[in-house]
């Protein structure tokens, strides 16, 4: 069920899945995270990009629509895993999640690796978040 917010006489659509991503472009792992997600809500019309740094700031407003997504996928590039953090710090829940260099086995290279990544490893985070965001539907319709 997708819910409709107006804010300032403009209709936002609110996806049914929210994509946290770490999206550090800082590291390869970070970056990846970034990329896939992109590429995800271009293939998926019911998933949007929750974003990290209002999250880290409470900001009132982002809050409340991660509040309001049905469901919370979280994506980190390392074993930092600051978004999932993020999330525990606000008391907000999710309903899965992945970390590149722990899941997916990409190893961080480290600071200002921003583009040291290919587009296999695009591909192969990519996959994992679809994965991921299927099993999320599969068990809300079962759930039913």
Excluded at 71 to 88: P, Y
Excluded at 132 to 138: D, F, N, T
Aim: charged share 30%; with cysteine.
């Amino acid at each position: 069920m997708i819910k409709n917010i107006k804010k300032s006489g403009k209709k936002m659509i609110m996806p049914r899945i929210g994509l946290l991503t770490c999206n550090s472009g800082a590291s390869n792992t970070g970056s990846l995270t970034g990329i896939a997600a992109i590429e995800i809500i271009k293939e998926f019309d019911d998933v949007g990009i929750l974003s990290l740094p209002s999250l880290a700031n409470n900001v009132p407003r982002q809050v409340i629509i991660a509040k309001y997504i049905q469901h919370i996928v979280v994506v980190d590039g390392c074993k930092n895993s600051c978004a999932k953090k993020i999330l525990k710090k606000l008391g907000l829940k999710y309903d899965a999640y992945l970390n590149i260099e722990k899941d997916v086995k990409i190893r961080k290279i480290g600071p200002f690796s921003t583009l040291e990544y290919s587009q296999e490893e695009v591909e192969k985070v990519k996959n994992e978040i679809k994965k991921l965001i299927e099993k999320v539907g599969k068990n809300e319709n079962t759930q039913s």
